[in-house]
C-alpha cells in the first residue's frame, strides 16, 4: 500500500513535468553512450592485445623473386639460408629471447591474404610467388626486439625484419586517444545530466509543494515525502542508461562485431556479448549520479 | 497539553520579537481563542507548537515534550498528533473530497480498508455527506473549510490548531465551521483558534488569550473580543499587578510538574471566577512568573 502510494506519486510527478523527465532520460542517454563508447574501446584494446601480441610480434620476412633490397641481391630465398634462419631462432644466442615462432609459407600467406582481401578485386590478382614466406616469432619480452632485429635482419635470404607491434602500438595509442575523448565527452555530458536532473527535481518540488504542505503538516515521514522525487530523478536516469546500453550493445554487436570482423577478418574484434559487461557499470552510474544529485536538490529546496 | 514557557521568538534582530517572553498553559480538551491584531504574533504562536519555527528563547511543550529541542526526525510524529486548519484551506484541487482527506491518511502509510472506512465517518461528522465526489472548486467556502477540517481531524489527533478558519467566509457560514469545532472540542481534542471575529468569539463564550505586539496581555476563562481599545502594553504591565497577584494560577504549578506530566489534561481547570469579561487568571502575563521566580 504504502509503497503502491509512493509510486503513485512519483509518476504523478513524472506526468506533470514529462518534458524535463524526457530531457534528462535523453541527455542521461547520451552521456551513458560516450562513457560506453570508452567502455567498448577498452574493451576492444584488451581484446585486440590478447590476440595480437601472443601471435606475432616479429615477423622475420623472407626474400621472393620480387625482392628488392640488397640482402636479396641472389634473389628468391634458398632452402639453406632458410634452415640457416631456423636454425638461428632454436639455437642458443637467440632462443633465450624466443618465446616460439611459426613458419608461414608462400600458400598460407596467399591464403590469409585472400581471407583478408576476400571483398576486394585485389584478391584475384595475387599469386603465391608475389608473397614472401616468414617466421613469425613471439618474444619473451616484447621491448627486445632490437636485439632480434640485429641477429636476422644482416642474415642472407633475410628481406625484412619487422616488429609488428609497433604499428599495434600506433594503433592501440589512437584507440586510447579516442576513448579519452570519448571520457572527456561523457564527463562533460554527466556535469549537464547531473545539473539537469537537480533542475528537474527543483521543478517538480515546486509544482507540487502544496501536496508536500500538506505532507508535512499531517506528519508525514521525510521518506514519505522526498522518495517520490528521487525516485522520478532515479528512473528517469535509469531510462537514459538502459537506453545507453542499448546502444552500446548494439554498436558492439552489428558494427564491431558483424561489420567491422566482416571488414577485417584477421583482426579479433568483441562482440555484442561483451558489451553486456558494461550494462551494470552504466545502470550503477545513472543510479548513483541520479541519487546524488537529487538528494542535494532535495536537502536544499524541498523542506520537511 | 500545550505550554509555553518564557517563550521569546526573534525573527530579525533589528525589529521587535513576534513573541517576547510569553507564558501560558491550554490544558487537554481546551477551547481556547487566540485573539489579537495583525503582527500580533498570533501566527508565530501556532507556528512554535507545529514547529515550523524554532523559539528564540524559552521552552514549548506540546504533549509532554519540549519541541524546541525535538531534533528533526521527531517532528513529523509531532505533527501527526496536531491537526491543522488555515483560512486559505489548502486543498489539492483535483483532487476529490474523498481523495483530499483520504490524502491525509495515504501519506501516512494506511491501509485501503482503513481508509475507506474512516474518511467518510469523518466527512460526517464535518457535515459532507454525500459530496465525497465533489471537487473542491465545486464546493462553497464553507465546505472547503469543511474538508479542510475533515483533513485535519483524520488522523485522530489530540490537538487541533485554526489559524483564521473563518477569515474568508460569511457570517452565518463561520457559525456552521464554528459549530464543527465546537463538535470536535467536545469529543475531546485541544481546539486552539486564532481569529479576529468578534462574534464568534463572544458568543462561544470560551477561553481567550489576547496576544499584543508579542505578549500576553489577557487571557480569560470565558472571555470576549474586547471592543474597546486596550491600554498600551507598558500601561497595562504597570496596572497588571492586581490582577495577576490574587491567581495562584496554573503557571505555577504547572511549572512545578509539567516535565514529569505528560497527560496535562488531568490537571484542574485554573480556579478563578468565570464570570465573562471580567475575570483574570493571569497565567499568561510574563511578569508574573519572573516575579514569582
Not at chain 1, 151 to 178: K, T, W, Y
Not at chain 2, 1 to 13: A, L
Not at chain 2, 122 to 138: F, I
Request: with cysteine.
Amino acid at each position: 500500500m504504502r509503497f503502491a502510494f509512493i509510486l503513485g506519486e512519483t509518476l504523478s510527478g513524472i506526468r506533470r513535468n514529462l518534458s524535463m523527465v524526457v530531457s534528462v532520460v535523453l541527455v542521461t542517454f547520451i552521456s551513458l553512450t560516450f562513457v560506453g563508447a570508452a567502455g567498448l574501446l577498452q574493451l576492444q584494446i584488451n581484446q585486440m592485445k590478447g590476440y595480437w601480441y601472443d601471435r606475432v610480434e616479429v615477423a622475420i620476412f623472407l626474400c621472393t623473386g620480387t625482392s628488392t633490397t640488397a640482402s636479396c641481391a641472389t634473389g628468391p630465398v634458398t632452402d639453406g639460408q632458410r634452415e640457416a634462419v631456423r636454425h638461428l631462432l632454436e639455437s642458443p644466442t637467440a632462443a633465450p629471447y624466443v618465446k616460439s615462432y611459426e613458419y608461414e609459407s608462400q600458400d598460407q600467406a596467399l591464403q590469409i591474404f585472400q581471407e583478408q582481401f576476400k571483398n576486394s578485386a585485389m584478391a584475384g590478382t595475387v599469386t603465391a610467388e608475389q608473397l614472401p614466406e616468414s617466421f613469425r616469432v613471439a618474444l619473451v619480452d616484447p621491448e627486445q626486439y632490437e636485439v632480434v632485429n640485429e641477429l636476422f635482419s644482416s642474415m642472407p635470404g633475410v628481406e625484412l625484419v619487422s616488429d609488428q607491434r609497433q604499428l599495434l602500438e600506433q594503433i592501440f595509442s589512437l584507440m586510447n586517444m579516442a576513448s579519452v575523448i570519448a571520457v572527456s565527452v561523457a564527463g562533460v555530458m554527466l556535469v549537464c545530466a547531473v545539473l539537469l536532473i537537480a533542475t528537474t527535481i527543483r521543478l517538480s518540488a515546486f509544482s507540487r509543494r502544496r501536496e508536500t504542505g500538506i505532507m508535512r503538516l499531517v506528519g508525514a515521514s521525510k521518506t514519505m515525502i522526498q522518495l517520490p522525487f528521487l525516485l522520478e530523478g532515479v528512473i528517469a536516469a535509469l531510462l537514459g542508461a538502459v537506453l545507453a546500453s542499448g546502444t552500446s550493445w548494439a554498436i558492439a554487436e552489428f558494427f564491431i562485431g558483424d561489420w567491422l570482423t566482416r571488414q577485417y577478418p584477421g583482426t579479433g574484434f568483441i562482440a555484442g556479448g561483451d558489451a553486456l559487461m558494461l550494462v551494470p557499470l552504466l545502470l550503477a552510474v545513472a543510479v548513483v549520479l541520479a541519487a546524488a544529485s537529487s538528494l542535494l536538490t532535495l536537502r536544499r529546496y524541498l523542506k520537511v | 497539553m500545550i505550554r509555553f514557557e518564557q517563550v521569546t521568538k526573534v525573527y530579525d534582530r533589528r525589529s521587535r520579537p513576534a513573541l517576547q517572553d510569553v507564558t501560558v498553559e491550554f490544558e487537554r480538551g481546551q477551547f481556547v481563542f487566540l485573539v489579537g491584531a495583525s503582527g500580533s504574533g498570533k501566527s508565530t504562536f501556532i507556528r512554535l507548537m507545529l514547529r515550523e519555527e524554532r523559539a528564540s528563547a524559552g521552552a514549548v511543550y506540546v504533549a509532554g515534550r519540549n519541541v524546541a529541542r525535538l531534533p528533526g526526525w521527531r517532528v513529523p510524529r509531532l505533527r501527526r498528533s496536531i491537526g491543522v486548519v488555515f483560512q486559505d484551506f489548502r486543498l489539492l484541487p483535483n483532487k476529490t473530497v474523498f481523495a483530499n482527506v483520504a490524502f491525509a491518511m495515504q501519506v501516512l502509510g494506511k491501509g485501503r480498508g482503513q481508509i475507506r472506512q474512516t474518511v467518510p465517518q469523518v466527512l460526517r461528522t464535518v457535515g459532507l455527506d454525500g459530496k465525497e465526489r465533489r471537487l473542491p472548486h465545486e464546493l462553497s467556502g464553507g465546505e472547503q473549510q469543511r474538508v479542510a477540517i475533515a483533513r485535519a481531524i483524520v488522523n485522530r489527533p489530540d490537538i487541533l490548531l485554526a489559524d483564521e478558519p473563518t477569515g474568508n467566509l460569511d457570517p452565518e457560514t463561520s457559525l456552521g465551521i464554528m459549530a464543527v469545532l465546537d463538535q470536535i472540542n467536545e469529543n475531546g481534542t485541544t481546539v486552539v483558534m486564532a481569529t479576529h471575529d468578534h462574534d464568534i468569539v463572544n458568543q462561544m463564550r470560551r477561553r481567550v488569550v489576547e496576544l499584543r505586539e508579542g505578549r500576553i496581555v489577557r487571557d480569560e476563562q470565558a472571555g470576549q473580543y474586547r471592543t474597546a481599545p486596550v491600554p498600551p502594553a507598558d500601561d497595562w504591565a504597570a496596572t497588571a499587578g492586581e490582577t495577576v497577584q490574587t491567581s495562584t494560577d496554573t503557571g505555577t504549578g504547572a511549572s512545578a510538574d509539567t516535565d514529569t506530566d505528560t497527560d496535562a489534561g488531568i490537571r484542574a481547570v485554573p480556579p478563578g471566577p468565570v464570570r465573562a469579561g471580567t475575570a483574570r487568571t493571569g497565567t499568561a502575563r510574563t511578569g508574573t512568573e519572573e516575579g514569582r521566580r
